[in-house]
């Protein structure tokens, strides 16, 4: 069976790498170089604390393959857990918490409720007395997006895949019947059973090509590294502030990365060509927000490098995994957790391809028609 990959970011890496792993002879095209998208701008979160079932599933699956990632593809991805805490200054975010953990806790996230001593326990320079309670699951933390990338590539590398970079998927080829049979770039047609549109922020762009609609919205985010008055100890969760936007996580030396969204406006960008650097103006009202969630973040705090990326937005922040048409198998819209549902994601494509059926996990409701038959999902945990 003959698949083409379109995208060198994790998720068309980790799908790459499954596909092959299966027996597939896959072929991965890369306009870039690998990672150049949204994955080498990432945080490296991975969490399970969801509030929708099928996002903490594919969390779940994919942190099953995070913690054994570093003996299984022989790459040490910087994978800490220190949890994550999300905060609450309203007793109604807090309410909305109970209700998250307790869906969390139904599908196996070992996730509780903590009031703010036992939060300011875990972040000791929390100004507990401006929070009301806290969500906390132990499990969450984050790793590198880059070493999992080259873990994942050389990885596929050995299992036979062709992967290759500077190489633009340039249209889609169909026979009468509307299954796709190949994928042209600008030299050949690479003749396929299937293809996947693994192009993250350019996934709309490419399901064009196939004559395909996608809601799927690149919408700027930006993060920074930030060097605290008091460093942040590598204990200490990746912090969120639901009420405000604001969060933060341990990096290294005591440093840390955060950031948050707070325009209203939030327009679809191109993923060709979008402002990359952070503004003064956001970087300030970053470290505004720090500065009234825990003491770390004085009149000292120096701001060290920033950066912004793009996520894959789609009306419900859930992804779309599924064959849309013959032969034409989505894996996008990953919001801001891509990186983390990569290795679930990767399985999932292969499976579709290679068993006929997604098994890993019950992904019926990620269905691209989901937003015309008024089934969107619900995510009450969204980090922007
Ligand atoms: C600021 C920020 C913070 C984030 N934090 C987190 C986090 O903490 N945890 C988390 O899980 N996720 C996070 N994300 C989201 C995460 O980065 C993405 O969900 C993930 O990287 C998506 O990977 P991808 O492979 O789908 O897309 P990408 O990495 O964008 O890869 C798509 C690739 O397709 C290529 N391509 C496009 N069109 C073509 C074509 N026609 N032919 C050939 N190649 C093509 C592009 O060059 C690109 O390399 C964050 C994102 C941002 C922007």
Not at 25 to 37: A, C, D, H, S
Not at 264 to 279: L, R, T, W
Not at 284 to 293: F, M, R
Not at 321 to 347: C, D, K, L, N, R
Request: negative net charge; hydrophobic residues 40%; glycine residues 10%.
């Amino acid at each position: 069976m003959q698949v083409v990959v379109i995208g060198g970011g994790i998720i068309g890496i980790a799908s790459a790498y499954y596909l092959g792993r299966s027996g597939a002879e896959v072929t991965l095209l890369e306009k870039g170089n690998l990672g150049n998208g949204s994955t080498d701008r990432a945080n490296g979160g991975i969490r399970a604390q969801f509030s929708s079932p099928v996002s903490a599933r594919l969390s779940m699956e994919s942190m099953e393959v995070w913690e054994t990632f570093e003996e299984e593809f022989d790459t040490d991805i910087a994978y800490r857990r220190p949890g994550y805490m999300f905060l609450a200054r309203e007793e109604e975010t807090a309410e909305r918490f109970e209700e998250n953990v307790r869906k969390q806790n139904e599908v196996g996230v070992d996730s509780e409720m903590l009031d703010p001593d036992e939060a300011a326990e875990l972040c000791p320079e929390l100004y507990a007395e401006n929070f009301v309670a806290a969500s906390y699951s132990p499990a969450d933390g984050f790793a590198d997006p880059h070493l999992a990338l080259q873990g994942f590539s050389t990885a596929a590398d050995a299992a036979g895949v062709d992967i290759r970079t500077k190489t633009e998927a340039v249209d889609v080829r169909k026979d009468a019947t509307g299954r796709v049979t190949g994928v042209e770039t600008a030299e050949e047609t690479l003749d396929a059973d299937y293809m996947v549109n693994a192009a993250g922020p350019w996934a709309a762009k490419v399901a064009k090509l196939a004559g395909v609609d996608l809601p799927i919205s690149p919408k700027r985010r930006q993060l920074m590294v930030a060097d605290p008055d008091t460093p942040v100890d590598s204990s200490v969760p990746f912090t969120i502030d639901q009420d405000r936007g604001v969060h933060f996580r341990p990096e290294r030396n005591g440093a840390v990365v955060c950031g948050g969204h707070f325009d209203e406006a939030d327009p679809d960008m191109s993923p060709d060509g979008f402002p990359k650097q952070v503004s003064l103006d956001w970087s300030a009202q970053v470290i505004e927000g720090l500065s009234d969630v825990a003491g770390n973040f004085g009149p000292e705090t120096a701001v060290k490098e920033g950066w912004a990326g793009l996520y894959s937005m789609t009306p419900d922040h859930h992804p779309i995994i599924e064959e849309t048409i013959p032969g034409f198998v989505v894996a996008a819209g990953f919001s801001g957790h891509g990186f983390m549902q990569s290795p679930a994601a990767g399985q999932l494509v292969s499976e579709i391809i290679v068993d006929g059926s997604p098994s890993l996990v019950d992904i019926s409701s990620l269905t691209s028609d989901r937003f015309e038959r008024g089934t969107r999902l619900e995510e009450g945990t969204v980090i922007d």
